[in-house]
């Protein structure tokens, strides 16, 4: 059965600095690995999709690297910003399963002024 | 852009009650999700479809069941609502081909 790992649970950062969020699955048969943003209490925002055959995206300044025979993703997100305190949400499907996602229970980042 | 909507933010409901949650997508995607999400214990798949009439239960399905009778439109039924179903429900969407998710705004259900 797959599992998805995000450690830390929380992460707190002065504003201005480079960071990068953690992805961990233990099977690498996956299809894709997707990277969702989640305010509180709101639904989830897809940040960035990284087919199984990519190694990494990019949009604006997140970058998300995929690993795949180690089984690791990154989120790297640049000179971070109060406004991308949120929790960030990895989550991964598997080939052939009718796009059923498993996610990561979240790393919950808070970027200080 | 892609949107995914679901009939409420907010639900409070009694014990016993017969819940419909109801999500909506307007991309034509083969796929639909419900899932719950509780403190500590992450996003856990209740049921999704993949088709029409076209159902599979995911990891929780007890107590719940669900209806696709339009391909825009999912139904998460609660047949008799007990207080450890109190959550945030959250549906999505994606397509079988590139599998993508978008997810819906999230109801936060409360059974008391």
């Known amino acids: 059965k797959q599992e998805v790992t995000q450690i830390p649970a929380a992460l707190s950062v002065p504003e201005g600095e480079n960071l990068v969020l953690n992805c961990s699955f233990t099977?690498?048969?996956?299809?894709?690995l997707q990277w969702f943003r989640q305010d509180p209490g709101k639904g989830l925002t897809s940040l960035l999709l990284?087919?199984?055959?990519?190694r990494e995206q990019t949009s604006g300044r997140l970058n998300a690297s995929l690993d795949k025979s180690s089984g690791r993703s990154t989120l790297y997100i640049a000179a971070s910003q109060p406004g991308d305190s949120a929790t960030y949400l990895c989550?991964?499907?598997?080939?052939?399963?009718?796009?059923?996602?498993?996610f990561g229970k979240g790393i919950t980042l808070s970027v200080r002024p | 852009d892609v949107k995914v909507t679901q009939s409420s933010r907010y639900l409070v409901k009694r014990t016993g009650e017969k819940v419909f949650l109801e999500c909506v997508q307007d991309m034509d995607h083969e796929n639909m999700f419900w899932y719950r999400q509780d403190p500590g214990l992450g996003l856990r798949l209740i049921y999704f479809s993949y088709d029409v009439k076209m159902k599979e239960k995911g990891d929780i399905p007890e107590g719940y069941s669900v209806s696709r009778e339009k391909k825009e439109r999912f139904s998460l039924i609660l047949e008799s609502a007990s207080t450890n179903q109190t959550s945030m429900y959250l549906c999505?969407?994606?397509?079988?081909?590139?599998?993508?998710?978008?997810f819906g705004q999230g109801t936060r259900l409360t059974v008391v």
């Open positions: 989550a991964v499907s598997k080939q052939g399963a009718n796009s059923k996602l498993t």
């Open positions: 999505a969407s994606s397509h079988t081909g590139l599998g993508e998710a978008f």
């Open positions: 099977d690498s048969a996956i299809y894709n």
């Open positions: 990284i087919q199984s055959s990519q």
